[in-house]
């Protein structure tokens, strides 16, 4: 079964320094990565997805993530913090599950979640 | 853009209750799923749906059951309300194969006193 675990329950970074929240995952064949950012009393919101191709993947709101294979990780970077990415994000490894009627969809695992808090 | 609209965003309820969570997603998606965040635990399938009347239990499905009657609103029902239940209840919808972008309602946070 695919596993998700974030090693980093609480981050506490300094506003304009750098940013790297950590994820490894579990899962037998190429996975489909993820991390969402869930703003305090808001849903979560997607802020980059690997699926193939270029290990370094671009997302919303300055974000960037890097698949290592060899290491079974997909961190989430960004250069400079801003006070408002204080937030809690969640790294996702999805697989293709077949339901009932043997149709395809998107099924998502999360981590346990990771604490941002932002000094000024 | 997807909207995924929970009707709560505050809810206490008894123990023993009957509760109803009700989520409404407008972009015709196929899936629906129904998540509960917990601190330290993140997010954990109860129970999804892929077509109206369908649905699969997810990974903690115990005390809970769902509704779909109508392509846009899925709804969690927990049948005798714990106070092991008090979370935060997640909705998301997304389209159908391929399609892992989930859009996440902004949650139900339910205490059972």
């Known amino acids: 079964a695919q596993s998700v675990t974030q090693p980093d329950i609480h981050i506490t970074v300094s506003e304009g320094a750098s940013l790297e929240l950590r994820c490894n995952y579990s899962y037998g064949a190429t996975p489909y990565l993820f991390w969402y950012v869930q703003s305090p009393g808001q849903g979560l919101q997607l802020l980059l997805k690997y699926f193939s191709g270029d290990t370094l993947v671009q997302g919303i709101k300055g974000f960037e993530a890097e698949f290592k294979r060899s290491q079974s990780s997909f961190n989430l970077r960004k250069p400079s913090v801003h006070w408002s990415d204080a937030a809690e994000y969640f790294c996702?490894?999805?697989?293709?599950?077949?339901?009932?009627?043997?149709?395809?969809?998107?099924?998502?695992?999360f981590g346990q979640g990771t604490i941002l808090t932002v000094h000024p | 853009d997807v909207k995924v609209t929970q009707s709560s965003r505050y809810l206490v309820k008894r123990t023993g209750e009957k509760v109803f969570l009700e989520c409404v997603q407008d972009?015709?998606?196929?899936?629906m799923f129904w998540y509960r965040q917990d601190p330290g635990l993140g997010l954990r399938l109860i129970y999804f749906?892929?077509?109206?009347?369908?649905?699969e239990k997810g990974d903690i499905p115990e005390g809970y059951s769902v509704s779909r009657e109508k392509k846009e609103r899925f709804s969690l029902i927990l049948e005798s309300a714990s106070t092991n239940q008090t979370s935060m209840y997640l909705c998301?919808?997304?389209?159908?194969?391929?399609?892992?972008?989930?859009?996440f309602g902004s949650g139900t946070r339910l205490t059972v006193v």
């Open positions: 996702a490894v999805g697989r293709g599950h077949f339901n009932a009627g043997g149709t395809s969809y998107g099924k998502l695992t």
């Open positions: 972009m015709d998606h196929e899936n």
């Open positions: 998301a919808s997304s389209l159908w194969t391929g399609d892992y972008g989930y859009t």
């Open positions: 749906s892929y077509d109206v009347k369908m649905k």
